[in-house]
C-alpha cells in the first residue's frame, strides 16, 4: 500500500516537472515574450492591441498541441493540396501556432483558401484580420502585413479598422511613416471606416514626417472630422497642436490648445511652454515656469518639463539678456527640485496611457476559478 502510494506520489511529481519544463520551452519559444519589439508599443493601448492576450492564446495552444505541431501543419498542407475545406478553427489554431515567417506563410495561404470559401457567407462571423496583424507585429513582419493586406483576393477579409490600426501601429514604430499614411488610403479603397484610433494614428505619423505633403493630408483630415462632427480624442489634440507648431502655424497651434479641456498634464505643460516661446511672449513663458517652479508642495504634482522644450525656450531668449538671467535662475531651481527631464516631446506624446480597469470588469473576470479553471459558484456572484 505505502509503496503504491510512493510511486503515485512520484508520478504526479514526474508529471508537474514535465509540464513545468514543457511552459518553460514554450515561454522560450515564443518571441513575443523576449522580443524587445513585442513590448515595445508607442501609440495604441494594449486594450485595441490586446497582445499580450494573443500570448496568452498562443501558449495555451502549445501547450495543447505540444509535440504534434509538425504533424498539425502537414495536416493542413495536405488540406490544401487535396482542396479540401478548412475549418474555422482549424485556421485560428494554425494562426496561434506560427512562430517564424515561413510558417505565416503557409497561414497566407491557408487564409487565401479560407476566405475564398467563406467570402459571401462571412458577414457576422469571427473576425481573423486582427489575428494576423497582432501574429506580423509579434513577429516584425511588416512587409508581410502590407503584402496581405493590400491582396486584391482577400478583399473583405480586412473589413475591420482594427486590422488597419495595429498595422500602422507597427508601421509608425519602424520608421515607415509614408506607408503608414498609404493605409489610409487603402483604407479607404476597402471601403473601412476611420475610427479615433486611426485619426489618432494618422496625426502621429503627419506630425513625425512634418512635410507639406503630410500637412495637406493633416488639414484634408481635420475637415474631415469636423465635417463628420466626429470629437477629437485628447491625444489627437496633443499632436494636433505639436505639428502646428513644427510648421511654424502659431496661430492654428493656439486654436488646438484652446480645445484641451485640461492643461494640467506633462504633455500640456511643455506644449504650452514651446507656444509662448513661439509667439515670442517672453514674460509668459518666464512667468509660466516661474509659477512650476514655485508649486513645491509635497500634495500636489509638480509641472516637469522636457529638457529639449527648455533648451528651445533658452534660444527664444538670447536676444533679451534680462529676462535670460531670469530664466537661468528658474532652470536651476527646476533642476534642483527634479522638475526637468531627459526625456523629449516625441517621447511624451507617444507614450502609452494608462488603461483604466473598473472593478466590474475584474469581478467579470474572476467569474472562473484560477485554480481549477472551473465557474465559481459564489454567493457573491450568484447576486
Given at each position: ?14 508529471e508537474a516537472i514535465k509540464w513545468s519544463l514543457l511552459f518553460r520551452k514554450l515561454a522560450l519559444a515564443s518571441s513575443c515574450w523576449k522580443c524587445p519589439q513585442g513590448a515595445k508599443r508607442y501609440l495604441l493601448t494594449e486594450d485595441i492591441l490586446r497582445l499580450h492576450e494573443f500570448q496568452q ?255 528651445t525656450a533658452r534660444e527664444k531668449l538670447e536676444g533679451n539678456p534680462a529676462v535670460c538671467v531670469h530664466f537661468e535662475e528658474i532652470f536651476a531651481k527646476l533642476q534642483a527640485s527634479g522638475q526637468i527631464t531627459s526625456l523629449t516631446l516625441d517621447d511624451l506624446l507617444c507614450q502609452i496611457p ?30
Amino acid at each position: 500500500m505505502a509503496t503504491a502510494v510512493v510511486e503515485g506520489s512520484n508520478r504526479i511529481l514526474r508529471e508537474a516537472i514535465k509540464w513545468s519544463l514543457l511552459f518553460r520551452k514554450l515561454a522560450l519559444a515564443s518571441s513575443c515574450w523576449k522580443c524587445p519589439q513585442g513590448a515595445k508599443r508607442y501609440l495604441l493601448t494594449e486594450d485595441i492591441l490586446r497582445l499580450h492576450e494573443f500570448q496568452q492564446q498562443k501558449l495555451a495552444i502549445g501547450y495543447q498541441l505540444y509535440g504534434e505541431k509538425d504533424a498539425y501543419f502537414s495536416a493542413i498542407e495536405e488540406k490544401l493540396l487535396k482542396n479540401r475545406l478548412i475549418l474555422k478553427d482549424e485556421l485560428k489554431m494554425l494562426l496561434h501556432l506560427c512562430q517564424t515567417k515561413s510558417e505565416v506563410e503557409v497561414a497566407k495561404k491557408v487564409i487565401c483558401r479560407y476566405h475564398a470559401e467563406n467570402k459571401n457567407v462571412a458577414f457576422g462571423e469571427f473576425k481573423f484580420g486582427p489575428i494576423f496583424m497582432r501574429l506580423c507585429y509579434e513577429l516584425d513582419l511588416e512587409a508581410t502585413a502590407v503584402e496581405v493586406i493590400k491582396d486584391q483576393a482577400l478583399r473583405g477579409f480586412f473589413s475591420d479598422s482594427t486590422s488597419f490600426n495595429i498595422l500602422m501601429d507597427l508601421l509608425f514604430i519602424k520608421g515607415h511613416y509614408e506607408c503608414a499614411l498609404d493605409m489610409l488610403l487603402e483604407m479607404k479603397r476597402q471601403g473601412v471606416k476611420f475610427n479615433k484610433e486611426t485619426y489618432l494614428l494618422a496625426f502621429a505619423t503627419c506630425y513625425k514626417l512634418n512635410s507639406s505633403d503630410s500637412c495637406k493630408i493633416y488639414t484634408t483630415l481635420l475637415e474631415n472630422m469636423q465635417f463628420k462632427g466626429d470629437p477629437m480624442p485628447r491625444r489627437v489634440y496633443y499632436f494636433a497642436v505639436a505639428f502646428a507648431l513644427k510648421q511654424n502655424d502659431v496661430t492654428k497651434a493656439h486654436s488646438f490648445f484652446s480645445h484641451l479641456m485640461s492643461t494640467r498634464s506633462r504633455i500640456c505643460s511643455n506644449l504650452k511652454v514651446l507656444l509662448l516661446a513661439q509667439s515670442g511672449d517672453l514674460q509668459g513663458l518666464v512667468q509660466t515656469l516661474k509659477q512650476a517652479s514655485d508649486s513645491a508642495s509635497d500634495f500636489v504634482k509638480r509641472p516637469e518639463f522636457c529638457m529639449q522644450v527648455l533648451t528651445t525656450a533658452r534660444e527664444k531668449l538670447e536676444g533679451n539678456p534680462a529676462v535670460c538671467v531670469h530664466f537661468e535662475e528658474i532652470f536651476a531651481k527646476l533642476q534642483a527640485s527634479g522638475q526637468i527631464t531627459s526625456l523629449t516631446l516625441d517621447d511624451l506624446l507617444c507614450q502609452i496611457p494608462p488603461t483604466k480597469k473598473h472593478y466590474t470588469q475584474l469581478l467579470k473576470r474572476r467569474q472562473v476559478s484560477q485554480r481549477t479553471f472551473k465557474p465559481l459558484s459564489s454567493a457573491l456572484l450568484a447576486e
